[in-house]
């Protein structure tokens, strides 16, 4: 399997080096041709007007938007809201998912948080039983599912913080930052 | 359930969300505006660049609050202001008003000839300069979350930012090749603390997210950066003071990207119109050189 990470802007050096601890191939993806040949797609964490830009600049738009359709992609923060139908603002998105998404929605870089999340799934697909410490970065929220999008993760008072809908995953959150490979797992299994 | 806040992984956590990105000073809310349409990853906020810092003269300070805020409020990118070296009221005040990231910068007079400031302290993550590993590691001994390499900001000359870039990646290049017995001895003589020594060479590469500044002024300039090694590049004066700042933004963004690209930057080296006009760092006397300022 050859999972790519688009490399446009943002933290994708972090998820090479998670897939390459689970002994994938991993490459890095700044042009349409560096699609060819991989199996799944993820979109790293950055700042989402910068990597929607870049998208645009470089033709990446309909072949990401194509890939989409075959293949699994996830995106993790800016990610996920490159990856959603809706931002409430005038940005480039590949609406891809079914998810209306709020940046910035915790506040400022002093309200950003770490916190431990109860994810079902997680635990079915990986058979772990431990709580998955989430790491917020100005994050983003999932305001709302609709569609074939469901409900991956939430915060205790109720605000969506991770969606799936088929092969495709956000999370407004970054397992990348973490030492804990459950979620690359989770996503590789989507990508098989 | 347990929340976290201002943890050293969020700290370091926002840095390595810029990585691969441009990072630019901005002096108006029109101003952060073009710098975010051109795909800034980050705003600088401040109320000159360091290119009229040095023409004016004079205590160099923070930035009024108001303006600070008025620039937060233009964008949606995280938004960076600077203190004085040593001023750590300046960064409570900052840290009040919500920004993202405060630079700690030689650029403004320093406050304190001896301290920096005690960065663990704050909730708000710091960038601090530094010309070689010795100052890096001593800034994130303190706390810093993420450094730049200084250059001579406010003269659109690389050659600065190029030496020091080399200086510290040499020096990590250095430590890849030593027996972990020489390791004191390194820390001794670079002035570094031992166990940012020790990460270093474990992990072959600063412990935290590290971008260049300080003379940049073209896309080959940003891309030269890049290629040697750092994260990232800031930009001062040399988008606002050149001919297109629009353009020339957006050019570097590009450039930063497609580092390794030598057909997509001679593209985007194309018509750009004039660079900043630039100072000469080697014909420059010693007094006006910032980059000392620094301990």
Not at chain 1, 163 to 189: C, I, K, M, N, V
Not at chain 2, 202 to 214: I, K, S, Y
Not at chain 2, 221 to 236: E, H, R, Y
Request: proline share 4%; with cysteine.
């Amino acid at each position: 399997m050859k999972i790519g990470v688009l490399a446009l802007q943002g933290d994708f050096a972090e998820h090479i080096a998670m897939l390459r601890k689970l002994n994938v191939e991993a490459s890095e993806v700044r042009l349409p041709e560096h699609l060819n040949g991989l199996d799944g797609l993820i979109i790293p964490g950055g700042e989402s007007t910068t990597i929607g830009k870049l998208a645009v600049a470089y033709n990446l738009m309909e072949p990401l938007k194509q890939f989409g359709q075959r293949h699994a992609i996830w995106g993790t923060c800016a990610g996920a809201i490159f990856l959603s139908k809706d931002v409430s603002r005038d940005q480039p998105l590949l609406g891809l998912m079914d998810i209306k998404v709020k940046r910035n929605a915790f506040g400022r870089q002093i309200d950003s948080f770490e916190t431990d999340l109860d994810i079902p799934e997680l635990k079915l697909a990986t058979g772990s039983t431990l709580p998955y410490h989430a790491v917020f970065i100005r994050a983003p929220i999932i305001e709302s599912v609709s569609g074939d999008a469901k409900i991956l993760a939430s915060v205790p008072d109720g605000r969506i913080v991770a969606a799936q809908q088929g092969h495709l995953l956000a999370t407004s959150f970054h397992p990348e930052l973490t030492g804990d490979t459950r979620f690359h797992e989770y996503f590789l299994s989507l990508a098989d | 359930m347990e929340v976290k806040t201002g943890t050293w992984t969020e700290k370091k956590g926002l840095a390595q969300m810029l990585k691969g990105g441009v990072i630019m000073d901005v002096v108006t809310p029109e101003h952060a505006k073009i710098a975010e349409d051109a795909g800034a990853c980050a705003v600088m906020a401040l109320e000159r660049v360091p290119a009229d810092i040095r023409a004016n003269g004079g205590v160099a300070r923070m930035s009024d609050p108001d303006l600070i805020l008025k620039i937060m409020d233009a964008v949606s990118i995280p938004v960076m202001a600077k203190c004085r070296i040593g001023h750590f009221v300046e960064a409570q005040i900052l840290e009040a008003i919500g920004v993202d990231y405060i630079d700690e910068s030689e650029v403004l007079t320093p406050a304190d000839e001896e301290h920096h400031i005690l960065k663990h302290n704050f909730k708000v993550p710091f960038v601090c300069g530094c010309r070689n590993i010795g100052e890096a590691l001593r800034r994130i001994g303190e706390g810093a979350a993420m450094i730049r390499t200084k250059g001579e900001a406010g003269t659109g000359d690389v050659v600065e930012a190029v030496r020091h870039a080399r200086a510290v990646m040499g020096s990590i290049r250095q430590l890849q090749t030593m027996g972990d017995e020489e390791l004191m001895a390194f820390a001794k003589n670079n002035g570094a603390p031992y166990e940012l020594v020790k990460e270093t060479k474990e992990l072959g590469r600063m412990p935290v997210v590290n971008f260049a500044a300080g003379g940049v002024a073209t896309p080959a300039d940003a891309a030269l950066m890049m290629q040697l090694g750092v994260d990232g590049v800031f930009v001062g004066s040399g988008i606002f003071k050149s001919g297109d700042p629009a353009k020339r933004a957006a050019a570097i963004v590009k450039a930063v990207t497609h580092y390794q690209d030598a057909s997509i930057l001679a593209e985007v080296s194309k018509n750009l119109g004039e660079a900043m006009v630039g100072r000469n760092v080697s014909q420059m006397p010693e007094a006006d050189k910032i980059a000392g300022r620094g301990w």
